[in-house]
């Protein structure tokens, strides 16, 4: 198949979830072209099968507002017929469904029938989706697409209570490729951190008010008082003056690294003894996948999709969003002793077994089949 990826290339997750599926498309004979306005994050080198886009929108002393939409269905229209490609997978609804729905009838005004599917990741629906100012047209987007895909039971749900949907909404978890999260031996590294042998905590997201990111400190400042322990945190954005305010404030700086942004995340997760995501809302929490998939169990929140992917008391522990109190005696639980740690370290590794990338991958191709199928019933008669 030839298929066209549109996605954000930055630090988010649908954006390592959209690379990621394009990788393993292309490893398996597929032809993937990724269609977005810079390199994607975790793209890395030159691979067969590959091929990326860039969408540049020029600058115009008018446009106050680059016209990115349309630009990138231009590009669509321009990359579907050259390259011949046979469907677009489009990754967060705003505003790539859109721009895939204007490309669709641009090339079928040319008599090319191109199928697209959405799939939802999260904020796309719950926070920004839900803003009357993108309802209208993300609803008929949505709507107007082929297929539409969740990554969770509970954004689909989301999606049927926030818009007017009237079509099928599939959960296709994500996934993990397992090979990508073996323990490396990084012994000096751990050392570096954690010199005698204190527990390392970690946090990775994009430090938006969603994050709680606060929070963490607030846990980990428990668990340091309990003992010795380290906190890395990992990523950047608007919370994070706040949090290094609150490390100084609540003397846990000595105890904190604050790296920013990484682009392999699991090179953190692999000296790691505890992952805290303590989300407001979460339609999946692909790091905590990462986490598990490291063998690092976690501590996160009952918000969203976080309870499909963490088994509370097996592979971490879920709490009610900010009850900082409960996280933190769920913490000590986990690390109170080196038997207890191991226990949930390898319930942990099993956990994430479900979401790998074999048991994922043909859901999506499957779906792709039958997408391509109904479009050819569909242009053939
Ligand atoms: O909030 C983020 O971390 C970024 C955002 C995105 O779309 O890039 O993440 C959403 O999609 C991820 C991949 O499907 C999910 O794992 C995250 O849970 C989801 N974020 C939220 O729902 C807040």
């Known amino acids: 198949m030839k298929i066209g990826i549109v996605l954000y290339p930055t630090f988010g997750g649908s954006g390592v979830v959209a690379t990621e599926l394009g990788k393993a498309l292309s490893e398996r004979g597929h032809e993937v072209h990724f269609i977005t306005y810079n390199q994607p994050v975790r793209l890395g080198s030159f691979t067969k099968n590959l091929y990326y886009h860039e969408v540049n929108v020029s600058d115009y002393p008018l446009f106050d507002y680059p016209p990115y939409e349309t630009v990138l269905a231009s590009k669509l229209v321009d990359v579907v017929k050259f390259e011949k490609l046979d469907l677009l997978h489009v990754h967060y609804a705003i505003p790539h469904a859109s721009a895939a729905l204007m490309a669709k009838q641009i090339l079928a005004s040319q008599g090319i029938h191109i199928p697209f599917i959405t799939t939802l990741h999260g904020t796309d629906i719950t926070l920004v989706g839900r803003d009357p100012s993108f309802a209208p047209a993300i609803t008929y987007a949505i709507n107007s697409s082929d297929a539409v895909t969740a990554v969770s039971q509970s954004l689909k749900s989301d999606t049927y209570n926030h818009f007017e949907i009237t079509r099928d909404i599939e959960v296709i978890p994500n996934f993990i490729e397992p090979e990508h999260y073996l323990p490396k031996p990084e012994k000096d590294f751990k050392a570096e951190y954690a010199p005698n042998g204190e ?157 790998s990338i074999e048991k994922i991958l043909p859901m999506y191709t499957n779906l792709y089949n039958s997408v391509l199928e109904k479009n050819r019933e569909l242009h053939t008669l």
């Open 199 to 355: 527990r390392i905590i970690t946090h990775i997201s994009n430090f938006r008010p969603v994050k709680r990111v606060a929070d963490v400190v607030r846990v980990f400042k428990h668990i340091s008082d309990a003992m010795p322990a380290k906190l890395l945190l990992i990523g950047d954005g608007p919370d994070r003056y706040k949090v290094e305010q609150l490390c100084r404030d609540m003397g846990t700086c000595k105890h904190t690294h604050i790296i920013g942004k990484l682009k392999k995340p699991e090179e953190v997760l692999c000296i790691s003894d505890l992952f805290i995501l303590p989300s407001e809302s979460e339609s999946f929490g692909l790091a905590a996948l990462e986490a598990l998939a490291t063998g690092v169990p976690v501590i996160a929140t009952r918000a969203g999709g976080i309870p499909e992917v963490i088994e509370h008391g097996v592979s971490g522990f879920l709490s009610e969003v900010g009850d900082v109190d409960n996280m933190a005696a769920n913490s000590l639980k986990i690390l109170e002793s080196d038997e207890s740690l191991k226990k949930f370290r390898k319930n942990a590794k099993m956990r994430s077994e479900v979401f």
